[in-house]
């Protein structure tokens, strides 16, 4: 699969038959034929996934593999964060940086060894992300090979409380002592995968790399005992956990610290594309920052209202949705350091009308993803 | 949520996927099976003020789903004489029940000749493809 429809030119992933015929709707998202919801609908979805479990098509989603003697050289080059501190077995949230430190595209990183690692991305940026891995290797004289392997695999979310109990059964490896962001390969229904624990949604939960020709048996019989769910509520999902979104509060205009995923920047490491760009902007500081806004009854809040105080714009929503599990609308979106602390009292132009709001403290929902090991 | 179905007989509808049914000498208005299946899940509900005066095709007020925001147009012009104030706590109303408990507002007619020129359940339905 992986193959372009006749009818709408989308891409189309090994499971989107089988969104069809859940009735499910679908949209073009960077350029595939995804499912937004279900029959069931975004806050079912979203509400199976915090008190049960979810299951989500991210076969969408980037997956380059760097392969040869100098894959972590490659890797180390291209993103912020150390993957030499973490072991074989072991993933990592990162960015990948332009040289003045604006951010290309967040991913995870996979060590499967000496001389692979795996970047899992998003769909949008993929030829992107390609091009600039291909483009240091080049730089640098590096023996990598690049291997996309996106339109070959298939990659499914198992997200909830309940996640674990519902892979255990069809997965030949213990999943209990598995911590967060570490993996293994196991047979799941019988296909060989790559099984990490980790996801987009603040809840426990797993995500299964496989081959896509075992994509919808796989798939089929998780629902048994998961809620199929779509981007609508990856999207009101990954709001409550205060995560980035690419293309939305995260993009090549803004940097790691004012996004605050200062974090992932490991600037000990001696060489990383913006790394200099980047020590320059952490000793002077954000002019601004990501906040997490509660903002009172009124319309949604959405990407692109301005944020205001005392009538002055001060900032704009980068993510904005009513929050299923608080019952409230919720906002991201960017404001000057000084009016980032909690508590401050700011206002959201919703339509021609000034919706009262606070800064609040992210993640909106708290996480209860299991913790990664020490690195 | 199931889709449309059958629309009522007993009330005209606009291409925006209003209904507005003749109660008494007033007009109910809310929107069609189809327009809060096309929507989904509802969370907010904007409506105008008993008293204000709406305006055949211009928007009376806002409906909001998860995933995006839409304008209510009102099918004739009139007098706002009543407001349905459940929705604000129970928007869901409109997708649970959207021809009778997710009932938006009551109008009185400027000129009770106007619904005539709305489309009738059979019309509407064909134009939804159901």
């Known amino acids: 699969m992986g193959s372009p429809s006749s009818q709408t030119g989308l891409l189309r992933t090994s499971l989107t038959g089988v969104h069809q015929r859940l009735n499910a709707r679908m949209v073009d998202f960077a350029g595939w034929d995804m499912p937004v919801q279900y029959p069931t609908g975004i806050l079912a979805e979203h509400q199976a996934v915090r008190t049960d479990c979810g299951l989500f098509d991210l076969s969408h989603m980037g997956r380059v593999s760097l392969r040869g003697p100098d894959a972590l050289a490659l890797a180390q080059e291209c993103c912020t964060r150390d993957l030499s501190r973490i072991g074989q077995g072991e993933a990592a949230y990162s960015v990948l940086c332009q040289p003045d430190g604006g951010i290309l595209d967040d991913v995870i990183g996979y060590v499967l060894g000496d001389r692979e690692i795996l970047f899992v991305f998003n769909a949008s940026n993929r030829d992107n992300d390609v091009a600039f891995f291909a483009e240091q290797r080049d730089r640098l004289q590096l023996d990598v090979e690049l291997d996309d392997r996106t339109l070959q695999t298939a990659l499914i979310g198992i997200q909830g409380p309940r996640a674990q109990e519902v892979l255990q059964p069809i997965c030949s490896a213990d999943l209990e002592p598995l911590a967060g962001y570490a993996f293994l390969n196991a047979d799941v229904a019988g296909a060989a995968a790559l099984v990490s624990r980790t996801g987009y949604t603040g809840e426990d939960g797993f995500e299964v790399m496989l081959d896509d020709d075992a994509a919808a048996h796989v798939w089929t019989t998780l629902m048994d005992s998961a809620c199929p769910c779509g981007l609508g509520a990856r999207d009101t999902l990954r709001t409550e956990a205060g995560f980035a979104l690419y293309g939305h509060d995260i993009d090549r205009a803004t940097k790691p610290y004012e996004a605050r995923l200062g974090w992932v920047v490991n600037l000990a490491k001696p060489s990383f594309v913006g790394r200099e760009a980047l020590a320059r902007l952490k000793s002077e500081g954000p002019s601004r920052r990501l906040v997490g806004l509660h903002v009172a009854p009124g319309g949604v809040p959405r990407q692109g209202f301005a944020i205001v105080r005392h009538g002055e714009p001060i900032g704009v929503v980068t993510s904005g949705t009513f929050s299923p599990t608080l019952k409230r609308n919720i906002a991201m979106g960017y404001v000057p350091v000084a009016l980032s602390q909690p508590g401050q009292d700011v206002q959201v132009e919703t339509r021609g009308k000034a919706v009262d709001a606070e800064v609040v403290p992210l993640p909106f929902v708290p996480h209860r993803s299991r913790p990664r090991a020490k690195m | ?130």
């Open chain 2, 1 to 130: 949520m199931p889709a449309g179905g059958s629309n009522p007989a007993d009330r005209r509808y606009t291409t925006e996927h209003e209904w507005i049914k003749p109660e008494g000498e007033h007009y109910v208005v809310g929107i069609t099976a189809f327009a809060q299946d096309q929507l989904g899940d509802i969370v907010y509900v904007e409506l105008p003020k008993v008293g204000d005066q709406v305006e055949a095709g211009r928007a009376f007020g806002v409906i909001e789903s998860v995933k995006t925001a839409s304008d209510l147009y009102a099918p004739v012009s009139g007098e706002v004489v009543a407001v349905n104030s459940e929705l604000v706590d129970q928007p869901q109303s409109v997708n649970e029940d959207p021809y009778d408990a997710g009932w938006m507002i009551k109008i009185r007619p400027a000129d009770s000749t106007e619904l005539e020129k709305l489309l009738t359940s059979e019309q509407y339905s064909e134009q939804t493809g159901e």
